[in-house]
Structure formats: C-alpha cells, structure tokens
C-alpha cells in the first residue's frame, strides 16, 4: 500500500505548475532526485518517472551528471484527438459497423494488474469486440473494464453499442495515458483483421482514470493500412 | 496550377472559424460539398478533404445521405510533444548518439514529389541518419529537404549535427502534417536499427511548411520496442 506516498502524477503536476508559474525559471537547475523524493515523501524511482516525462515533453532539460534543468526553449506541442472510434470511421465517409465478441466477468490477468496498478485481481468486466469501416475490419479493441470503479458497466448493453461509446456516457475520466506502438499480429488478432499471423499491426493503448482510480484499459489493434494523422 | 483556387487547409481553416466563431452553431447543417467547392473555387475532392479533416478532427460530423453538421460534443484532445530527437534521447536518461549515413543533393523520386506536392522533382537534398540511445539504435531517419525553400541546407555540417536540430534553428515551420503508422522493417532498415527483416517498425512521418512552400518530409523508423506515450 503506498496510498499515502505521493504518485509520480502528484509529482509531475506540482513540477509543471513551478515552472509554468515561473517559480522555476527556464534555465534553472532544479533540485536533484534525492531532494524531490524527500520534499514529496517518494521513492526516488517515482520522483525519476516525473522528470523522465516532463523531458519527454520539452519541458525539462536533463543531462547526465550536469542535473535537471528548466528548459529555455519549450518544445512544440501538437493536438491529437481522442477518437470515438464510430466518428473516427463516419469521419471518413465510410459506415460503421459493430461486432460484439465477448464480454465476460472475470478476474485479470497479472499483466493488466501491474498495468493498472490494481490492488485486486476481481470486479474486472473484459470485453473484446471488433469495429469496421464500410464492413472491413478496421480495429480489434480489446478492453478491460473496472466494475469496482464504474459498476454500472455490469448492466450496460454492449451488444448494441461499443464499450467506447457507452463510457463515454457513463464513466467521465480525469486523467488519460496514450500508447502508440507497432507489434506483429497474434494469430487471433490476425484472424479478426484478416491479414495474416506477424503481419505488423499498429497498436493504440489507452488508460483512463478519474481521480486515480482506474477505469479501463484498451488495447486498440489495426491493420498496418491504418494511419494516425495529425495536424499543427 | 492550381495556385489560384483555395487549398484544401485554406478551406479548413475557414470552416473552423465560422464553427470557433459560432457563426455556424453546434447542430447546424452545413452547405453541401458542392455549394462548399463553388464558395471556395475549389475542386469537390479539396473541399471533402477538408470536411474530412474537420470529421476525423470531431468538429464536424458527417452522416451518409444526412449531410454535415456541426458537432454537438466535440470531442477531447491530447497533445503530444514535437520531439527533437536528442532532448526525446537524453530525457530518458540516456547517452545520444548520432551517425549520419549519407547526404547528397539528387532529384527527389516520384512518391515524394507527389507526398510534398512538388513542382520540380530537383534541389532536393537526401539525408540519411541514425540516431542511438546508450549505442543501441533508436531511430533510423531517412529525410528530404527543399533546397528551393531552405537553401542555405546545403552548406549545413550535418556530419555533426542531425537534420532535425539543424532545421529547427534554421527553417521555422507554419504548418506541420504528422502520421504514425506500423510497417515491416526493410533490409536496409533492419540492419541499421539492428531487428529482422520484416519485423514490426513503428514510423513516424513528419512533413513541414513555410507558408505552403515544403520544407521537408522526415520518415522515422523505430524498433517495436518503441513507445510513444502521451498524457492528459
């Protein structure tokens, strides 16, 4: 149980808001990890995967042995939207269509308690269901749902309508964490996309959480034709 | 030429005025496809590339047969972070490293000439690179730059500095396309990045303009241990 330490969101949050209000100024060199983890009552690990994320975004400058800096000339940033997928493929002008494939009540595996950082294994809905645009497949989601945080999800209909939808409506989210990845198709997934086992699948991960409980987790697989296209 | 009628971002950006600026209300029909490419002067093809945009985008929602309207709930947007490569690199944590792979100045094939809209396929200039984090390789990038545009690129010392942190001191940008896909890797790219032919590569293609003049075409290729993560 850790509940009373501060999270690494705590951490990054508090950081970010130093420097947005210029309490850090850009080009400061800012405490060290020992400091920060002592300041926030962390394990120097947590306070290491704030800063390894405030770099990510531009907003840090670290330099091995030099230490952490303020950085002087922020990154740019660009937007890209959450897509439902149904106005994702009605977007393009092509018809929708929803396949439900399973969705059961079961406890999760180790691999998605570690992702979720779940204290209990049970109270997990998972529901697989597969999305198509024009009748081709466009999406295999793969989802778990968390009941003991939204346990109307146990009376939701998702055979008529798809778990994205539905928790839009149902399950506002506070906090968000998007994965982009490519991996090679199981031969499940190949089977549902129609291409074939190892064929490169472009994979998006998404976790919601409201108020560091988490919500779901879906694990989102497309054919490699899919491409995700932003604008600045 | 084409220089005349609107371009597809000209129309796009005027569409989302009239939406900001509440002048077409969430809920409202919008013109047609047809009355939008007389307006404008454009082609139908320019005009649903537009409302295409805007639907992907969740400002617009198209329906088969029903039209275009303005969305009701416009949807959540992330952001993610423009990376320079080095910062991406040694905000993990680790040693950066760079390897240029060759630079010449040659015409630009076909396909790239159609990605940037080329006029003249010449005063291209090629550059391949490698980019390592700890000496395992991180990104393999394979760029295109418009000597029309950034001419001084050719006396740049890219042998000591990538494109990416050249570019961003030297050619600013007014608009930028971003696309993320999965690919299988090439011979050439599985040697350099050190994975099997044919194994899973997670691409990032980034295309930047100067006021509608190209600037350049990036295409960025990682191993499938690549992550790319984003918060909200």
Redesign the interface.
Known sequence: MTSQRASFRTIRDELSRRIAERIWLPGTLIPGEEALAEEFGAARATV?RAL??L????I?????RAGTRVALHP??????????IR??I????S?YQYRLLSAEETDAPEVICARLSLLSKSGMLHVRCLHLADRVPYQYEDRWINLNTVPDARRADFKSMGPNEWLVGHAPFS??????????ASADEASLLQVRE??????GERITWMKGQPITLAHLV?P?S???????
Chains 1, 2 share one sequence.
């Open positions: 290491n390894q994320e770099a990510r975004a531009g840090l400058e670290r330099k091995r990154v740019r940033e660009a937007r890209f939207v959450i897509p439902r106005q994702e009605e977007g393009r002008g018809e906090n968000a964490e998007f994965t982009f990845m490519a991996g090679a190892g064929d490169p699948v472009f994979i497309h490699s899919h491409r995700m296209v932003t604008h600045l």
